[in-house]
């Protein structure tokens, strides 16, 4: 019998939250017969009620995703703005089988409200009932009609950013590979926040995570789900699992961020190095004791720091 890696230990405080928590925060495995209660709400759906708040509104519209299908996307914006402005493109997270374009915005209002961006998150479809090419080229789709209506969205379209979470980090990364590789269109940023780049399931990270919020059985079941008999064989696409790419120039200056105590660890890292190979700006943070999701416990002090960094790489690269 193999023993597998020990990981490294939980943040104390964090330890603490999740132990406190109990059965709220789900840490079992996730299977596909599992998708259906992944999908319903969660408590990182921004709402209605939420976006007034901050002093934002919303518009849904239906645009043209892969092979001509509609798909939604929203527009969040400063309920005031009324110049030309920093754009974000926002595609969620969820392990590419569950989550919508409102999970996880949360992190993108005071970027919002501080720097008067406007924001179009994406619904692509979801694997397994739309697997791999479905969700990047719904992603790019929503790229490409945010850079083409960047006027009357009063965007600036040379300050267009890209940002997802988990699954969505993959995407983001994906997609602005695809944008590279396609002539466009251009981004001045990626924000890649813990992101899923990596099908292969080989890296020290992946064998320590065997337990916990998002672990190497559920990262297999999100892949799976995403390319089934494809998974971990020669036949991915970078598009699709970042990771596997070999030639990271011509990118875009991207945050990376991760904890040191997640399945994503050294995968991220991996990406943060090629790209620094590559000629490529990137900011990285590895949170020591931060599991999978470990900022949506906002008031820990690991997660004031994580929150803090990202916010202070957005205020550069977005400006007020």
């Known amino acids: 019998?193999?023993?597998?890696?020990?990981?490294?230990?939980?943040?104390?405080e964090l330890a603490a939250i999740?132990?406190?928590?109990?059965?709220?925060?789900?840490?079992a495995t996730m299977t596909l017969d599992m998708v259906p209660m992944m999908r319903q709400t969660t408590p990182i759906d921004v709402d209605n009620a939420m976006l007034a708040a901050a002093g934002l509104s919303r518009r849904d519209l239906a645009i043209e995703g892969h092979e001509g299908a509609?798909?939604?996307?929203s527009v969040i914006a400063r309920a005031d703005h009324s110049d030309i402005g920093p754009g974000i493109l926002h595609t969620h997270g969820g392990g590419m089988v569950a989550g919508n374009r409102m999970t996880g915005m949360h992190i993108l209002l005071p970027w919002i409200v501080a720097h008067d961006a406007v924001v179009v998150t994406v619904d692509y479809r979801l694997a397994p009932e739309f697997p791999d090419p479905y969700p990047i080229e719904d992603c790019h789709a929503a790229l490409v009609w945010t850079a083409e209506h960047a006027a009357e969205l009063g965007i600036d379209?040379?300050?267009?950013?890209?940002?997802?979470?988990?699954?969505?980090?993959?995407?983001?990364?994906?997609?602005?590979l695809l944008a590279?590789?396609?002539?466009g269109p251009r981004l001045?940023?990626?924000?890649?926040?813990c992101p899923m780049l990596d099908d292969r399931d080989r890296t020290v990270s992946t064998l320590q995570c065997e337990t916990g919020l998002w672990n190497r059985a559920s990262n297999r079941m999100g892949w799976t789900a995403l390319l089934g008999d494809r998974c971990g064989t020669d036949d991915v696409s970078i598009y699709a699992a970042p990771a596997r790419a070999t030639d990271l120039s011509g990118l875009p200056p991207a945050f990376i961020d991760c904890g040191s105590a997640e399945v994503f660890r050294d995968e991220d890292v991996a990406y943060a190095s090629a790209l620094w190979a590559a000629g490529v700006q990137a900011e990285l943070h590895v949170w020591p004791g931060g599991f999978h999701g470990f900022d949506m416990f906002a008031d820990a002090a690991l997660s004031k720091a994580a929150i803090a960094a990202r916010n202070a790489w957005v205020a550069r690269h977005l400006g007020s």
Request: glycine share 16%; charged share 20%.
């Open 1 to 12: 019998m193999s023993i597998l890696p020990p990981r490294p230990p939980y943040d104390p």
């Open 18 to 27: 999740l132990a406190a928590a109990g059965d709220r925060i789900p840490t």
């Open 70 to 73: 509609e798909i939604g996307v």
């Open 157 to 176: 379209p040379d300050r267009l950013t890209i940002a997802g979470v988990s699954a969505g980090g993959g995407l983001a990364a994906g997609t602005a």
């Open 180 to 183: 590279r590789d396609r002539g």
């Open 188 to 193: 001045a940023g990626q924000i890649l926040l």
